[in-house]
């Protein structure tokens, strides 16, 4: 675990133990504040310690400054060791329930004298719960159940499985009669990688009153070959639970509600706070059924009036993460009623270069190719003939094609004398082809050291190189910052592969030093890969923000080893979305001209690429 989540763990986890011991509101949210911002952090905490820059996060005062020395010095927080001394372990291991919040927890605590796991189990079988207000036999058997299932689940689902699933009952619930629209929201559509449940809202049709889930909504949902439980079923809302373990909520709202209540069951809860005290300070009120002034409702049923009605401009999901969007989305509402052509607005200082007002995030239509993708002659399952086809039937213009270098040997990885024959073979197929342009390239190993797997006068021969780091993936901070800055200086290579080599909720991957990676990357114009796998994400979103601000070009690939892997483009894309990328900050979002004046500049040993 790197030093950053483990200290955002232990600023959650007193976070808890205040609100348990029911100390000041302010206080605890100031705590969870700074564990955020730890975890949205893309530089080594001990860098940013050792420079004397910790007062420089957003969030982090002086008394939270001296709490991280403290922790980096000692390997622990005294003030919140105090805190765990008065709160029984047990206790805070409940919170682990799904629906035993804080709140609940202390009543357990308090009020029935529950300070651990198995004594709740035992309460709850025995049925001596009693007396304390809101624990009525259906909260008692919904805990029972969420404790059940606890003990055999993953807290978190990929997109993978929970993208393809949201889309496919968003389908199948369009159609019914009665329903205007449906979508998902909640972190799937903020486009997290991983996410802890599934909302699926749906629009009841106008003057079809009430807005209650029918009988026909009910069953397309309740016999679902994926529902393995129905958890709850009431007028507006189902909640079920997948054979994955996955929750998720159905809920149905006045059309003229719409736009409300998905900008609500969006989030993030940090996002909506902001926004709300936004129509506050305007003398209006937000919740999810709509915006009002003075209890008349003026805005509701389309998300992005709402933004407009409180003088921002529209946010796209994958940002609202209070990040600094809200001052992004200010800024540019007043440069387009201004008229300006640029914003340069001084609260934007983290961005570091103006930015123009029509600007709008990258979506998978500004994809022009795919620049990273294997065939049989490594580890992929497809022919450079079928590949080729399954790109041009996806309409690109251009591909690459790379497989494995020689120290792969565990994925067929191509000797020199066999890399020179596939290239010629790429070469030779491409021919065939007038529209859409294929290149011969190779995903080059990074070894422990930095060098690469070819010397340099083989990868001249070569079209495109995406260097990757596949082994070695547990060297510390220095060691593969080090590692990732040579090969990133190195002309020849244009773009790092996944340059973590992380595996969400499988691999922890290297854990380097970003902000060192990335200003070797300004210096050198490498560009850096979001691989969309559902697995990898590779660049995370926080290290390829960092990479956009500085004017690194990102390229979305998909890593391929298959025709079907193409359509997980989405999930990268998602990611640059939350990272602000625009179309321009997006390799494979330019023509290829522009492409091949880029490469030609990074290999002639121009500094001046940009």
């Given at each position: 675990m790197s030093r950053n989540t483990d200290l955002a763990g232990q600023f959650n986890r007193a976070a808890d133990l205040m609100a348990l011991l029911d100390e000041n509101q302010f206080r605890v949210l100031a705590t969870r504040k700074v564990a955020r911002a730890l975890e949205d952090l893309a530089e080594p905490i001990e860098t940013l310690a050792d420079e004397r820059r910790l007062d420089a996060i957003p969030g982090i005062g002086k008394s939270s400054a001296e709490k991280i020395a403290e922790y980096l010095r000692t390997g622990h927080i005294s003030e919140f060791e105090s805190l765990a001394a008065q709160v029984p372990p047990g206790v805070l291991e409940m919170l682990n329930i799904s629906t035993v919040g804080v709140k609940t927890a202390y009543l357990l605590w308090?009020?029935?004298?529950?300070?651990?796991?198995?004594?709740?189990?035992?309460?709850?079988?025995?049925?001596?719960?009693?007396?304390?207000?809101?624990?009525?036999?259906?909260?008692?058997?919904?805990?029972?159940?969420?404790?059940?299932?606890?003990?055999?689940a993953n807290a978190r689902i990929g997109l993978g499985y929970a993208y393809p699933l949201a889309c496919e009952f968003v389908n199948l619930l369009r159609p019914i009669q009665g329903i205007a629209k449906v979508a998902h929201c909640g972190s799937l559509r903020r486009g997290k990688e991983t996410v802890?449940?599934?909302?699926?809202?749906?629009?009841?049709?106008?003057?079809?009153?009430?807005?209650?889930?029918?009988?026909?909504?009910?069953?397309?949902?309740?016999?679902?070959?994926?529902t393995a439980e129905v958890l709850a079923a009431g007028e507006t809302k189902i909640t079920l639970r997948t054979r994955l373990g996955l929750q998720v909520d159905f809920r149905i709202v006045p059309l003229e509600s719409w736009g409300a209540a998905l900008q609500y069951f969006t989030g993030s809860k940090e996002h909506n706070v902001r926004v709300r005290q936004r129509a506050v300070e305007r003398g209006m009120k937000l919740n999810e059924w709509g915006l009002f002034r003075e209890e008349q409702h003026i805005a509701g049923a389309d998300e992005s009036d709402i933004y407009h009605r409180l003088e921002l401009?529209?946010?796209?999901?994958?940002?609202?993460?209070?990040?600094?969007?809200?001052?992004?989305?200010?800024?540019?509402?007043?440069?387009?009623?201004?008229?300006?052509?640029?914003?340069?607005?001084p609260r934007l200082a983290f961005i570091g270069h103006p930015i123009p007002h029509h600007w709008t995030a990258v979506e998978v239509s500004d994809i022009r190719g795919d620049m990273h993708m294997h065939t049989t002659a490594s580890d992929g399952h497809e022919s450079i003939a079928a590949m080729i086809a399954a790109a041009r039937h996806r309409g690109y213009q251009y591909i690459a094609i790379t497989d494995?270098?020689?120290?792969?040997?565990?994925?067929?990885?191509?000797?020199?004398?066999?890399?020179?024959?596939?290239a010629k073979a790429i070469r030779a197929a491409a021919r065939s082809f007038s529209d859409i342009v294929v290149l011969a390239g190779s995903e080059v190993d990074i070894l422990a050291d930095g060098s690469l797997d070819y010397p340099d006068e083989v990868l001249r021969e070569l079209d495109w190189v995406v260097a990757s780091p596949h082994s070695a993936l547990t060297q510390d901070v220095d060691a593969a910052s080090a590692r990732l800055v040579r090969a990133v200086s190195n002309p020849l290579v244009d773009v790092i592969g996944h340059p973590t080599g992380r595996l969400i909720a499988g691999r922890r991957g290297l854990e380097p030093?970003?902000?060192?990676?990335?200003?070797?990357?300004?210096?050198?114009?490498?560009?850096?890969?979001?691989?969309?796998?559902?697995m990898r994400l590779d660049l995370r979103d926080i290290h390829a923000r960092l990479a956009v601000e500085a004017g690194v070009p990102i390229c979305i690939d998909t890593d391929a080893h298959q025709i079907t892997d193409f359509d997980k483009l989405q999930f990268g894309v998602m990611t640059a979305r939350r990272a602000w990328a625009r179309p321009e900050n997006v390799l494979n979002s330019w023509p290829l001209d522009k492409i091949w004046a880029w490469q030609k500049k990074r290999r002639s040993g121009d500094a001046d690429w940009q």
């Open positions: 308090k009020e029935v004298g529950i300070t651990d796991i198995p004594s709740l189990r035992k309460a709850l079988d025995a049925g001596t719960i009693t007396g304390i207000k809101g624990f009525g036999e259906k909260k008692q058997a919904n805990i029972k159940q969420n404790l059940a299932f606890m003990e055999t802890g449940d599934l909302d699926i809202l749906l629009a009841a049709q106008p003057n079809s009153a009430p807005a209650t889930i029918s009988p026909t909504i009910a069953a397309t949902v309740n016999t679902h070959p994926e401009s529209y946010i796209c999901p994958e940002m609202r993460e209070d990040r600094g969007e809200i001052e992004l989305a200010d800024a540019m509402f007043r440069a387009t009623a201004g008229g300006r052509p640029e914003l340069d607005d494995h270098s020689k120290s792969q040997v565990q994925a067929n990885g191509l000797s020199v004398d066999r890399l020179m024959a596939h030093d970003m902000q060192r990676v990335v200003m070797a990357a300004v210096r050198s114009g490498c560009a850096l890969e979001i691989n969309s796998h559902d």
